[in-house]
């Protein structure tokens, strides 16, 4: 009996041995250090930081067959290693499902802004909905998915809850790429969530956003106009830098009344390329909440220009330099100046 014993864990070992062989496993990594001076309107002092970026990485991309991959990648946000993505894709023939943590299909970048650690004017002007555990459908420009929800709400007077809630359906989003011939494209994308307050208030959040790109010797275009209701709960919004202009729902916890919020921004980048070691771009974004029981809404603006130089292949310094102002007289107006380290392998 324990011969069989013995038998049977070695072939089980010999198995997952030779599962794992067959298996291409491609690693990489991408160490970043950022190194920038700001100063702040309301510190009334210019401050240096110098740090490891949440978003140098490691991971690897994988390939067991024609029809089946998967994808882990690890971050340094806070000093730990945390989970980026983490996923399996299987190719069925008429498209591809993806289980696991990625991107999801509002995920349509243009910028390439390095300050705040590769922000890409994520909430200043970019509706990035980021990265959450997801079941996906691709079918060749088509993507839909089922995504986690997130039930964040600001309490009048009070800052930010989940609590009282009640999530029955998952967030949904789609989108569309349009091929415009050459390298110039159109892309639509939207999505919706829903949770209940208190099993009887339901809170409705949407965007819809609309991005085109166009790359012509050298120069390159980028565009992206969205709009939204409580879009907070679906993409970064930091349009005032407090909990109340987040893009979030305002609840009343006393009557359950709430008040949503109108969310709307644009983004534009304009890029040339010199040659493989110059290149140049610069962005400009803007976002503004409106709530409905408020006599005046919320924004900012932010504008940068940076100028990537390419060492060695995998190997870039990028200076930027930029600003980030919010309307309000009372809110802060934030100068930057710096640059990114950044090494592949």
Not at 189 to 211: K, L, P, Q
Request: hydrophobic content about 35%; proline content about 3%.
């Amino acid at each position: 009996m324990k011969k069989q014993i013995v038998g049977l864990l070695s072939a089980m070992v010999f198995l997952c041995a030779g599962t794992a062989i067959a298996s291409d496993w491609n690693f990489y990594g991408s160490a970043r250090v950022s190194t920038f001076w700001e100063d702040s309107d309301l510190k009334d002092q210019v401050d240096f930081s110098e740090g490891l970026q949440s978003n140098a990485r490691i991971g690897a991309k994988v390939k067991v067959s024609d029809e089946l991959t998967g994808r882990f990648e690890y971050g340094t946000s806070g000093g730990n290693a945390n989970i980026r993505l983490l996923y399996g894709a299987w190719d069925f023939g008429a498209g591809t499902l993806t289980v696991g943590q990625d991107y999801t299909p509002m995920y349509l970048p243009v910028s390439c802004q390095v300050w705040n650690d590769d922000n890409g004017l994520h909430g200043y002007g970019d509706p990035y909905p980021g990265r959450h555990p997801q079941i996906k459908l691709k079918f060749d420009e088509f993507q839909i998915a089922a995504i986690s929800t997130n039930t964040t709400y600001y309490t009048v007077g009070g800052g930010t809850s989940s609590a009282n809630t009640q999530v029955v359906i998952p967030r949904i989003e789609v989108s569309y790429g349009i091929n415009m011939g050459g390298n110039a494209g159109i892309d639509i994308a939207a999505g919706y969530t829903t949770f209940e307050y208190n099993d009887n208030e339901d809170v409705d959040s949407y965007v819809i956003m609309i991005r085109s790109t166009a790359q012509i010797a050298g120069f390159k275009l980028g565009t992206v106009v969205f709009y939204g209701q409580n879009a907070g709960n679906m993409i970064a919004c930091n349009t005032s830098g407090t909990d109340y202009g987040k893009g979030y729902a305002a609840i009343n916890t006393g009557t359950g009344q709430v008040d949503d919020v109108e969310n709307f921004g644009a983004e534009i980048v304009v890029g040339y390329t010199f040659d493989e070691m110059f290149a140049i771009e610069a962005g400009f974004g803007s976002m503004q909440n409106e709530y409905d029981s408020a006599s005046s809404g919320d924004g900012l603006f932010a504008y940068y220009l940076q100028a990537p130089i390419t060492l060695a292949p995998g190997v870039t310094i990028t200076p930027e330099i930029g600003l980030i102002d919010y309307y309000e007289d009372t809110q802060d107006q934030i100068t930057y100046f710096g640059a990114k380290w950044q090494i592949n392998f």
